[in-house]
């Protein structure tokens, strides 16, 4: 029931651009469906960038993941498999490694295929060559680095990032990477002292980087929001400010309500 | 009875008991280990053949005359492997099932029991239909009051045959001593080998164990597109300094992709070892599972005793939309980490974080280790953790007095948790919590019954966890993040 409403637009329409989430309401299809928007097979082979999810379109300067870039995400967190969810979910496939802690069920739940994950838990020393093998089959690799890379490291493998045409998202930092994200502020609402459970959490996410994306843009967003997808957050409960989380849950019901109402 | 057309060869079987009598190939010793003993027996006779570990087979006719005797070249035999540190039994008899039984009989006066031409049946006739390895079929048999080989095989054999099927008719066969299936009459028109050069030469095990698993592709799909199957496969490795080993493996059934590869790298490392032992290549470094001394220059896989295939299905990849370009890059991580280093994920049933996933090696059959479409009770709740520790990891929680957190066996909690430290780092402050959440699994079966309480804590820098409390020490198996 609530897949349905996830990816609606937002309540109060902001006042920056995107005009792209706008327009659901016409469209036959669930717009979380990958053919709403991208033919399956040319999405992936033909366009300049990888699509991602609706909620992340606003913070990337070209509403995607660019092909050939590296994008440095902060650190290992949702944010990293939210990045890929929607690339894989349209038939990317997507190589993680060096992180044997990911979360598969996670993953799924925010809109990866397992059916199309490459899990490589332990590269080892040799680790920049275990990514440029999987550049060559996968258009997304996840990866934490297990040592600092050294420049030449570095640059050979932006280089295969670049020759395949695929994105390479780091879960920790890269100096000259194209696009960085990170999260800078959480909360979780659902949980008390002693009764509820963690439903979902708020994070502002701010994206930087280099060229088009210099100019520093922030959103909040429901990461994960409680079916586990992720949402754009309504600005308006991000103004409440600091309240107690059972306050949350009443002000994120009304907020689903509004929006099953509205879309 | 015994047409002489159809009488099989005689056989010299070597059975060494360390490796277990099962068919289990992973039982007992380093398998790889068994390649000195198939070396001991490669003096007497060029062409042996690995049953399993643990059991190797020669013809015996050529040997016997050369070495004066099949009683003569069975004791020289015996005492050469048993100069390599294995005890050993070995039986000779007409056709190798017949012979395999006569090692394992072999034991009381010497290590060696010879069966004389035309004996076979009548050694066959008192030993149990068990043997046969088809327990179904022994069942059956017992059922219906024919206990040992000699009353089945006093059955007409196409009465044997419509009533227990194939199964029953190669039973029948075997209870006879001949041999289970009639060969081919005549050797395959085309060349069904398949073959691949390494250039510069392999000095690891692992790339050559991977080429292998796609040349043994290879070869079964000739061999299909001609609707034969192997029993045998030999695999010749060409080294560079020209050095020539070549090994026949055989599989009780058909042979996979995979098991044919896992035979080459035993064949390597086991080859290794014996090298190591000869004192030839001393210059590397133990514990590395390459051929160092001569990298590998040629792998060909030739199909050996080639029989109508009955309709098993070759093992493809565990799903089909798995592109050539992806497969590709797999094989190739595959290649330089091993097989088990590169997983696809299946999401399965369980009730912790850790169980919800069976990582599957890439090219195996995807099976969830439980399966995923049940309720499970007690599962943890939704949003799942995005970090999973693939081992939980120690942590510490107290309550607002310094006192660890403990739970009552009628899950109650003993006091509010106030701070928490995981892993050793920093102490946090504990600012909202849930829990606990018990979860008995497997209460009706001791050794794997687990009692835990679940927690989910959330410190004051906004870090959330999933924090379980087993037999009094703390964990933290998961991370919200």
């Known amino acids: 029931m609530g897949v349905e409403v996830t990816q609606a637009p937002q309540v109060t329409p902001p006042s920056s651009q995107a005009p792209s989430s706008q327009a659901p309401s016409s469209l036959e299809l669930s717009p979380r469906h990958p053919l709403s928007r991208y033919s399956n097979e040319d999405a ?76 490589v838990a332990e590269p080892g020393p040799g680790w920049p060559q275990v990514v440029v093998s999987l550049l060559d089959g996968c258009e997304l690799v996840l990866l934490h680095p297990p040592d600092r890379p050294s420049a030449l490291v570095r640059r050979r493998i932006e280089a295969t990032v670049r020759r395949f045409g695929g994105v390479l998202v780091v879960a920790g930092d890269w100096e000259g990477a194209q696009l960085r994200l990170l ?81 | 009875m015994t047409a002489a057309s159809n009488s099989p060869q005689r056989v010299l079987v070597i059975w060494c008991p360390d490796w277990g ?7 007992g010793p380093d398998a790889g280990a068994f390649e000195q003993v198939v070396t001991a027996v490669e003096e007497f006779s060029p062409r042996v053949e690995v049953v399993r570990p643990g059991a190797c087979a020669i013809g015996a006719r050529g040997p016997a005359r050369y070495f004066g005797g099949e009683e003569t070249l069975a004791e020289k035999i015996a005492s050469a492997v048993a100069g390599q540190g294995h005890p050993c039994q070995v039986g000779v008899a007409d056709g190798l099932f017949a012979a395999q039984l006569a090692a394992q009989a072999a034991g009381s006066p010497g290590p060696v029991l010879v069966v004389g031409p035309g004996e076979t ?30 009353e089945f095989a006093a059955l007409p054999a196409t009465a044997a045959a419509a009533r227990f099927g194939t199964q029953g008719a190669i039973g029948h066969r075997l209870a006879r001593g001949l041999d289970p299936r009639p060969l081919v009459p005549r050797p395959p028109a085309a060349d069904l080998s398949a073959s691949a050069e390494f ?12 080429t292998a698993k796609a040349l043994a592709e290879q070869m079964h799909a000739g061999l299909a597109a001609r ?64 051929v160092t001394a001569g990298g590998v220059t040629l792998l060909r896989l030739v199909p050996d005793q080639l029989v109508r295939a009955t309709g098993r299905q070759l093992g493809l990849w565990g799903d ?17 980490l091993g097989h088990g280093s590169v997983t696809r994920p299946v999401l399965s049933g369980g009730r912790g974080p850790a169980d919800q996933v069976t990582l599957v090696p890439f090219g195996d059959a995807a099976d969830p280790a439980l399966p995923p ?84 804590l959330v410190a004051e820098d906004g870090s959330a966890w999933l924090a379980v409390l087993s037999g009094g020490q703390w964990l933290i198996e998961a991370r919200y993040e």
């Open chain 2, 121 to 150: 049946p009548a050694f066959l006739a008192p030993h149990p239909v068990s043997v046969l390895g088809d327990p179904e079929l022994a069942d059956l048999l017992t059922r219906l009051g024919v206990r040992t080989l000699g």
């Open chain 2, 227 to 290: 609707g034969l199957a192997c029993v045998r496969v030999q695999v010749q490795v060409i080294c560079e300094d020209g050095q020539e080993i070549a090994r026949l493996w055989r599989h009780d059934g058909l042979l996979s992709a995979l098991a044919v590869a896992e035979r080459v790298r035993w064949q390597l490392a086991g080859w290794r070892t014996a090298r190591d032992a000869r004192g030839e290549g001393g210059t590397d470094a133990p514990g590395d599972d390459g």
């Open chain 1, 183 to 263: 999260v800078t502020d959480q909360q979780w609402a659902g949980i008390g002292a002693g009764h509820g459970r963690l439903r979902a959490r708020r994070v502002r996410v701010v994206a930087d980087g280099r060229g088009a994306a210099a100019r520093p843009r922030a959103r909040w967003l429901w990461l994960p929001a409680p079916d586990g997808s992720v949402a754009v957050c309504d600005p308006a409960d991000v103004t409440t400010g600091q309240c107690e989380p059972a306050d949350h849950i009443g002000a994120r019901e009304t907020f689903w309500k509004e929006m099953q109402r509205t879309g």
């Open chain 2, 21 to 27: 009598p099962g068919a289990d190939p992973g039982a």
């Open chain 2, 320 to 336: 089909a939309v798995v592109s050539d370009r992806v497969a590709r890059a797999a094989l190739r991580v595959q290649a330089m």
């Open chain 2, 373 to 456: 479409d049940r309720p499970w009770p007690g599962r943890i709740p939704a949003p799942a953790p995005a970090t999973v520790y693939p081992f939980p990891l120690p942590a510490s929680v107290l309550d607002e007095s310094g006192n660890p957190v403990t739970v009552t066996g009628r899950a109650l909690v003993s006091a509010a948790p106030a701070r928490l430290s995981a892993c050793g780092g920093p102490w946090l402050a504990i600012t909202s919590w849930a829990g606990p959440w018990p979860v008995a699994e497997r209460w009706w079966r001791p050794a794997s019954a687990r009692r835990k309480a679940r927690f989910q």
């Open chain 2, 199 to 210: 250039d510069p030469p392999a000095g690891q095990a692992e790339p050559v164990a991977f």
């Open chain 1, 44 to 119: 992936l082979t033909g366009e300049g960038v990888l699509p991602v999810l609706p909620a992340l379109r606003e913070l990337l300067p070209a509403g995607g993941l660019p092909r050939g870039s590296v994008v440095a995400a902060g650190g290992w967190s949702l944010l990293c498999l939210a990045l890929a969810a929607e690339a894989s979910a349209a038939g990317a496939w997507c190589a993680v490694t060096g992180l044997p802690q990911a979360g598969v069920a996670a993953a799924a739940d925010a809109g990866l295929d397992p059916g199309r994950m490459l899990l």
